[in-house]
Every structure is written in structure tokens, then in C-alpha cells.
């Protein structure tokens, strides 16, 4: 999974890109559900969240560490489970 970190401006642009509606707007930033991030593995070639952030601040999450097959899995349960 990513994570966003304390220089989030919180402009909004990420939120709406996310396949998987991992992003909410949080108490002070934005933030990501580690349990929802694929890192758009299997739907972009590039995290989209990335892609779009102004300020660049997504990085991994250092909690949430996920290989490749790892992260389509979790896609994989995300599609069975919506
Ligand atoms: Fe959503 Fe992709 Fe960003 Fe994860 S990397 S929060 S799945 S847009
Ligand atoms: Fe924060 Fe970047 Fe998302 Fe904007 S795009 S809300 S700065 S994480």
C-alpha cells in the first residue's frame, strides 16, 4: 500500500482517481486505506494517486510492504467482495 505523508495539502485531486476508493479526506490530510491500496496494480501502470498529487507526497507505507502478486491478490478479494 502508499501512504500519504504530512505535506498533503489536502487539494482533493487524488481522491477521485483511486479505482479502488482508497482515499479519504482525513482529520488534517488525506489518507489512504492500507486495506483497500492495490498501489493500482492490475488497473494503471502507475499508482494514478501519484500520477495526479501536486506536491508528491505518497510514498510507500512502510507498515504496509506488498509484492506484485501480493497486491493483485488483494485486488482479486476487493472484486469478489464488491
Ligand atoms: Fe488508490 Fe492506486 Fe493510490 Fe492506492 S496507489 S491509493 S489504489 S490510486
Ligand atoms: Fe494530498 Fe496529494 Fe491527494 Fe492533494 S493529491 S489531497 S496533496 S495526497
Known amino acids: 500500500a502508499l501512504k500519504i505523508n504530512e505535506l498533503c495539502v489536502n487539494c482533493d485531486v487524488c481522491e477521485p482517481v483511486c479505482p479502488n476508493r482508497a482515499i479519504t479526506q482525513g482529520e488534517t490530510i488525506y489518507v489512504i486505506d492500507p486495506a483497500l491500496c492495490t498501489e493500482c ?3 494503471f501502470d ?16 512502510p507498515d504496509h510492504p506488498e509484492s506484485e502478486p501480493q497486491l493483485l491478490a488483494k485486488l482479486r478479494r476487493l472484486q469478489q467482495e464488491s
Open 46 to 61: 502507475e499508482p494514478q494517486c501519484v500520477a495526479v498529487c501536486p506536491v508528491e507526497c505518497i510514498d510507500p507505507d
Open 41 to 43: 496494480v492490475g488497473h
